[in-house]
T-cell receptor
Framework: ETGVTQTPRHLVMGMTNKKSLKCEQHLGHNAMYWYKQSAKKPLELMFVYNFKEQTENNSVPSRFSPECPNSSHLFLHLHTLQPEDSALYLC?????????????FGPGTRLTVL | QKEVEQNSGPLSVPEGAIASLNCTYSDRGSQSFFWYRQYSGKSPELIMFIYSNGDKEDGRFTAQLNKASQYVSLLIRDSQPSDSATYLCAVKVPPGSNYKLTFGKGTLLTVNP
């Protein structure tokens, strides 16, 4: 266990549903990230939060809406998704100041959009 | 475009051999380099990081960095079947990207008993 937890681990949703992914880190980190991992593609950074402030939105469609209420929790709200959004969604955290920015990943949520 | 390139493999080695995984990157300003291991169906796990030119050893793993050649590698000595996984190379590029890593597509390693 890396100290980063994600729920749910698996999610199947229709294109008209609204759902949320949750991430929690117990490492005392201040930066949190959402990544998307699709088959045969590199990990794609979606969003970065540092001290609860969003510092990066990597041109993510608005049907993905992040929320970071505090440095330990991160959410990804999903609505009107497309089948091509089916992927493994990974949350990660790291220290926010200097250092090597070692990121530690949660177990991921396997999302299937029907 | 900041890129990180890895051979996708699969790289197949016999048990006990040395596995050599390679990664090149395009941004000369890259500062920090990371190797993650990802088992099938699991999330990436950090196994090594290196910041300075040269070698860094941790148990059976050695990371090698050559900034002049924009090349970083991971050597796994005495490879075990449990080392079979996809290995991801990640690079931190400055400036204005203190919290961002760019990942390669990964190299699939298979260690045969």
């Amino acid at each position: 266990e890396t100290g980063v937890t994600q729920t749910p681990r698996h999610l199947v949703m229709g294109m008209t549903n609204k759902k949320s992914l949750k991430c929690e880190q117990h490492l005392g980190h201040n930066a949190m990230y959402w990544y998307k991992q699709s088959a045969k593609k590199p990990l794609e950074l979606m969003f970065v939060y540092n001290f609860k402030e969003q510092t990066e939105n990597n041109s993510v469609p608005s049907r993905f809406s992040p929320e970071c209420p505090n440095s330990s929790h991160l959410f990804l709200h999903l609505h009107t998704l497309q089948p091509e959004d089916s992927a493994l969604y990974l949350c990660a955290s790291s220290r926010s100041s200097g250092g090597g920015n070692e990121q530690f990943f949660g177990p991921g949520t396997r999302l299937t959009v029907l | 475009q900041k890129e990180v390139e890895q051979n996708s493999g699969p790289l197949s080695v016999p048990e006990g051999a040395i596995a050599s995984l390679n990664c090149t990157y395009s941004d000369r300003g890259s500062q920090s380099f990371f190797w993650y291991r990802q088992y099938s169906g699991k999330s990436p796990e950090l196994i090594m990081f290196i910041y300075s030119n040269g070698d860094k050893e941790d148990g059976r793993f050695t990371a090698q960095l050559n900034k002049a050649s924009q090349y970083v590698s991971l050597l796994i000595r005495d490879s075990q079947p449990s080392d079979s996984a996809t290995y991801l190379c990640a690079v931190k590029v400055p400036p204005g990207s203190n919290y961002k890593l760019t990942f390669g597509k990964g190299t699939l390693l298979t260690v045969n008993p």
